[in-house]
C-alpha cells in the first residue's frame, strides 16, 4: 500500500491526466501502436541541450537553426553533436539524430555518452538490434551505467522479451534503488504484457519518489483508465535539486511511445 500526498487536490491537473488517459486508452484501442506518438517521450536528463521555451517541447525553429550551424561548423565534435541531436530528437527527427551520432561516434571512438545517445537514436527509428549492440558495448560489466541499463531493458520490452527486460531493470534498481526512471520503464513493461496491477503498483511506486515527472503521471492514468479505475493521480513529491547532467542512456518511456515502437506486442485493453 502506497501512501499519498496531503498536499490540496488540483482539479485541473486531474482533469488533464484524465483526458491524456482517455485519449491513450482510445488511440490504443484503435490499433495506435502503429504510428508514432511522441509528445511525452524522451530523457529526464538528456545530454544534449534541446532548446525550448517548454520543458520536454520541441525546440524552437530558430533555436533548431542555431544548433545545425554550430554542428555544421564542428560536424562530428562532442558537444556540438549531442547538442543537435537532442534537438532534433525533441522535434521528431530521429533518422537525422541517428546520423549526426553515427558521425560523432566515428569521430570520437570509445566515448560512452555519445555511444548511449547513438544506442538510444537506433531504437528511436526502429533499429533494435544495432541499439542493442551498441548500447551492450558501452555498458561496462565493472561500472554498469543504470541509465544504459534502464534504456536496453526499454528496447528489449519493445522487442517482446519482457524476461529478459525485467532482469535488465533489476540490475539497474541494485545500482540505483527506486529511481523513477526505471521503474516507470519496467511499469510499461508490465502494461505490454498486460500485467494491469502489478503496472499500477510499479508506477505508483515511481510517482511517490523525487524527480517523478508528467510522463510518469501519464502513464499512471493510462494503466488506470485501462482497468476503468477512477483516474486519481497522487501528487508528484516536491521537486528536489537536480542532479549532474546524466547521459543519455537515461530514457524515460510513455505508453503510446512504448506500443508506438513495439515490434510484437499488441496494446493492453480494459479488462
Known sequence: MFSTSSRPHRPGRLATASRLALGLALGLAAGACSSRLGSFTGSLRDS???????PGAPPTLAALAELGRAYDARPGEKRASLDYAAALRANGQHAQAAAVLQRASI?????????????????DIGRFDEAITVLTQTN???RPDWRILSTLGSIHDQTGDHARAREIYAKALKIAPNEPTILNNLGLSYILSKELPKAEETLRLAMAQPGADHRIEANLALVL????KPIEVP??????????????????????????RSRTASPPKAQ
Open 107 to 123: 569521430q570520437n571512438v570509445g566515448d560512452r555518452e555519445i555511444a548511449a545517445a547513438y544506442g538510444k537514436s537506433l531504437a
Open 48 to 54: 544534449g541541450q534541446a532548446t525550448s521555451p517548454v
Open 140 to 142: 561496462s560489466e565493472e
Open 225 to 228: 483508465s485501462l482497468q476503468r
Open 235 to 260: 501528487a508528484r513529491p516536491v521537486a528536489q535539486p537536480a542532479p549532474p547532467p546524466a547521459t543519455a542512456g537515461n530514457t524515460l518511456f510513455t505508453g503510446s511511445s512504448l506500443f508506438a
